[in-house]
């Protein structure tokens, strides 16, 4: 990512003033990173990398020594560059594989973690894999698409999320302890509830660049549209958005779910393109 920052006139905001900074540290605590940096983007704060290859290296290593630290995706296109400028090079890497924190485990595959002992993974299908470490791909990680390119490495669709999938778990606080739901009732009733803080935030006198009045019924509007609120008290609540208990037909026009508590659903979070056979498969072409 690159960082874009234009010149301004000093602002002093009053303590009664929504800033900027405020509300992207609104939208971070409700929402998370990934939402504060499509905030940042939309104000043209941050920006993605123009950069879609290594920086070009001149001249020749001639046979000179170099050590690298670390095999991890850093390291490992490091020595691969350097190598084929000539460089003698070795890689030093304290663990007894390769990856880094790009961790694919398979059928077989061990590894210790301080003070849990060694963990074995005993999948017997050859074809199962999971990414413990990164995993997705997003279209603006344009140096691992070269790399992907020039070394061969297959890539696949990533099926981030599946929204008619079950969540389950025991052991929590709250009112969905032991009990199954559909992924998307969950996303309608997070998004609902998240577009109810910031509306009725944004509307508050006393929050701290301020944001006018045309921006904040804007906002406002966004928000009813998006958590599908009451434009009245901006309020999440039932909707036919989110789902039914009894599903309409000809004759009927169904029963609406209730959602579920917002305090309920803290405990669950949500778990592009991938590397076929594992993110790991893009790192041993280095080697």
Request: charged share 20%; glycine share 12%; aromatic share 8%.
């Amino acid at each position: 990512m690159s960082l874009h920052r234009t010149s301004a006139p000093a602002r002093n905001a009053g303590p009664g003033v929504l800033t900027r900074r405020r509300f992207l540290q609104m939208i971070g605590a409700t929402a998370g990173g990934g939402a504060v940096a499509s905030a940042m983007g939309a104000w043209g704060h941050i920006g993605i990398a123009a950069q879609t290859t290594p920086p070009m290296m001149d001249g020749s290593g001639n046979g000179t020594s170099v050590i690298v630290v670390g095999a991890g995706p850093g390291g490992c296109p490091a020595a691969y560059e350097l190598m084929k400028l000539g460089y003698d090079v070795t890689v030093i890497e304290a663990r007894d594989r390769l990856g880094g924190h790009v961790l694919t485990v398979r059928g077989g595959t061990r590894t210790t973690e301080y003070g849990k002992g060694e963990q074995v993974c005993d999948w017997d299908d050859e074809n199962m894999w999971f990414d413990a470490g990164p995993s997705r791909i997003p279209f603006y990680h344009r140096s691992f698409f070269h790399y992907a390119q020039e070394l061969n490495v297959p890539l696949m669709d990533h099926k981030n999320i599946d929204l008619n999938g079950w969540v389950y778990a025991e052991d929590i606080a709250g009112g969905l302890n032991g009990k199954r739901m559909r992924l998307h009732e969950m996303r309608a009733d997070m998004g609902g509830y998240t577009s109810q803080l910031l509306a009725q935030a944004v509307n508050q006198e006393d929050l701290d660049l301020p944001i006018t009045a045309d921006d904040r019924d804007q906002l406002i509007d966004y928000l009813i549209n998006w958590g599908i609120l009451s434009s009245e008290d901006l309020t999440y609540g039932p909707s036919d958005h989110r789902g039914y208990t009894v599903l309409p037909d000809t004759q009927s026009a169904g029963e609406i779910a209730d959602p579920y508590a917002m305090q309920d659903l803290f405990p669950f979070a949500a778990a592009l393109l991938q590397s076929a056979g594992g993110y790991l498969a893009t790192t041993p072409v280095f080697d």
